[in-house]
């Protein structure tokens, strides 16, 4: 750290105060790695004008319907769709400047048998300090 001449506290860098990263994990690797999928192309026929992804946990425990389910036509992109809607209506719903949300949808399970499920999601930073929008469960971070 060094003192500028207004008596002000320069910090430098990250390396300068932590020294080299050692390792990093990009959102573009969780992608390709299935930690997340992405949802962007379906995100934006929603309204959204970010990228979109969720956990694999959500994709595997939710948006992809259990075989009862599938054999009364529910889909991954029908599942999909209707957790979209329910999150861009609860974002147009929130006070500006919230960076996280929970919110809960309807899925059929079954004939005869509904779940409501809670989710969360966040808005941060990018690869590149872009803002993207990450769906999940709401134990996750």
């Known amino acids: 750290m060094?003192?500028?001449e207004n008596n002000k506290t320069d910090v430098g860098d990250d390396e300068s105060l932590f020294g080299p990263v050692i390792f990093s994990y990009t959102r573009e690797q969780a992608i390709a790695d299935g930690v997340l999928v992405d949802l962007s192309e379906w995100s934006k026929q929603e309204g959204f004008t970010i990228p979109v992804a969720c956990t694999s946990a959500v994709?595997?425990?939710w948006i992809v319907p259990p075989e009862k389910a599938k054999s009364m036509g529910q889909s991954e992109r029908g599942r999909a769709h209707d957790m979209l809607f329910v999150l861009i209506t609860a974002i147009r719903r929130c006070p500006k400047g919230t960076d996280q949300l929970h919110f809960e949808v309807l899925f059929q399970q079954s004939p005869g048998r509904?779940?409501?499920?809670?989710f969360k999601a966040m808005c941060g930073p990018g690869d590149t300090a872009?803002?993207?929008l990450t769906i999940m469960r709401p134990d996750e971070d």
Do not use: F, L, N, Q
């Open 130 to 132: 872009e803002p993207v």
């Open 114 to 118: 509904s779940e409501t499920i809670r």
């Open 59 to 61: 994709w595997h425990g």
């Open 2 to 4: 060094s003192t500028d």
